[in-house]
């Protein structure tokens, strides 16, 4: 009786042999698969959401909205209790976690197999509904990517998907995900791309590109659907407006420098309180309902603060309050340990800002300037970009979003100089994956730039040319070598003494007179490569290394063993 695996490989490969396609072009079909599966799982996770807050805090429009109508002390033990159950489930999924797999899917895309464990990852998205469905300042989208890709992963492991394609499918749910959380399917597919793939190889692209494409037809499909964020039409921007957009971009560039240093020291701080997990996720539970008394617009992910200032004018003062508030409330939700999104966030923040910038603007340049919301939105995109530190998927997102050409060049221009400002940085990005392959990247290219006075060893089988045959043969017992290198007083590089020529030569036989040129030695700025190829002409371990040919001073020996190695980490990096 054949195994119920062995059932869908063989029906797998039936599929193939019926179309007619290869395992490559087949990943086309099996990513409109995964961009359905990913609709489904946000949605379920959208409506499972819904049906928490509406549990715990009643009918409302959004969590602000609940928020208000709370009285003050329900502001603050709501978010400390759901931080408390929310670590509880946090601490439930470690005790399921498989040491075999990731629950992250962007690790299990990049460094994994493709294999996303099922109780880690729902126990992981319960604590999560648990911490925004209580108010937590901290975005859905993440637990919605994360499990549109378990159920891509579980899909290719029902057929059997070899790890390499595993991997691509969980990218393609992972972008089906991001798509039917924001609406944009291009910045979904260039998001999974950009940022955790790190290519835009088409063979790769191609499947996230459809399953992007069906999940937002799926999603448009879906009763009472309506995008997270509604975009006033974009003005017409004039040439010289554009300067005050690049000004946001640099702006708006230290800002999210500030952001990603700000998160890295709440969770620092967090991680260093004698607290278990539970009380720390409690703790900024208490924070952030604590902050949210006075200020209620800081529950939720911000959908609906963000699109009041882009429709209504908001007092400048407002704004200010507002975006301090929320910056203490995010920290405070982040650092403690909350499991969530920090892209709803970063848009939230790049909104308000943007906002504050263009009523200056307005204010000293009234006839010279767009409305604030230009700004605004631009801001969204900027900061975004400066946070992700992926610019092509911030700039794609705010034009699907808005579907306005007149927003693109203001918003390439800002959300490029943001990137290069937040980068000059070197504050590092939202997301662990992207720190990761910029340590790859980094050391590849350090890896590439090195020469062999890099990786110089001591020479340990030095003669003057005056040393006699005793003293070089004490030096062969020693060093299993084959020649002794010859120097003169000032150490400069004169040439070897093969061992060859050692044995038949008289007692009183000096290195100067058994002196060879056998070896041409390696300058200290030879490459890698060049040395690679005279290693190969010369079959040996070790080669002297010299400053340089009009001063040819000794400096040591380059190993065969080392640079292979090099060669070795700059393969893997």
Known sequence: MMRPASIFLNLRS??????????????????????????????LFRAALLA????????????????????WWARIACPTLGGLVAGLLLVLARRVASRSATSDYM??????????PVAQTLARSASSLVSIGTGGSIGREGSMVQLAALASSLLGRVFRFPAERLRL???????AGLTAAYNAPIAGAFFVAEIVLGSIAMESVGPIIIASVVANVAMRALPGYQPPYKMPPFPEIHGTEVVLFCVLGVLLGFAAVGFLRALQGSRALFSRLPLALPWRLALGGLVMGAVSVPMPEVWGNGYSVVNSVLHTPWAWTLIALVLLAKAVATMATAGSGAVGGVFTPAL????????????????????????????????MGAFLAGATQAPLMAI????????????????????VIAYFVARSANAGSMYEITLHRNAQRDDQMRLR?????????????????????????????????????????????????????????????????L????????????????????????????????ESAANPVLLGVVAKSALLATYVRLSEA
């Not at 499918?169 to 972008?175: D, K, M």
């Open 169 to 175: 499918l969980v990218a393609c749910g992972a972008a």
């Open 107 to 116: 690790e299990a895309i990049v460094l994994g197999d493709g294999r996303i």
């Open 396 to 415: 794609l997102m705010i034009f699907e979003m808005t579907l306005s050409y007149q927003v693109m060049l203001p918003l390439m221009a800002a959300s």
């Open 348 to 379: 939230f923040f790049g909104c308000m800002i943007g906002a504050l910038f263009g009523q200056g603007v307005q204010a000293l340049w009234p006839a010279a300037s767009s409305a604030p919301f230009a700004y605004a939105i631009v801001g």
């Open 14 to 43: 039936a599929l193939q042999r019926l179309f007619g396609v290869s395992g490559w072009q087949s990943m086309l079909l099996w990513s409109i698969v995964a961009g359905l599966l990913g609709t489904l799982a946000t949605e």
């Open 515 to 546: 002196l060879s040129q056998a070896i041409q030695p390696v300058t200290a700025d030879t490459g890698l490569g060049e040395a690679l190829q005279r290693f190969l002409d010369h079959l040996g371990e070790r080669l002297p290394l010299i």
């Open 52 to 71: 928490f807050e509406h549990l715990v805090l009643g009918p409302g429009q959004g969590l602000v909205a609940m928020a208000k109508q709370l009285p």
């Open 449 to 513: 730039g090195l020469h062999m006075r890099d990786l110089v060893q001591p020479a340990e089988t030095v003669v003057g040319p005056q040393a006699d045959r005793e003293a070089m043969s004490r030096l062969f017992l020693q060093y299993p070598v084959k020649y002794l290198y010859v120097v003169d007083a000032d150490n400069r590089y004169l040439g070897v003494v093969p061992l060859s020529s050692l044995g038949t030569a008289p007692q009183e036989t000096t290195a100067g007179a």
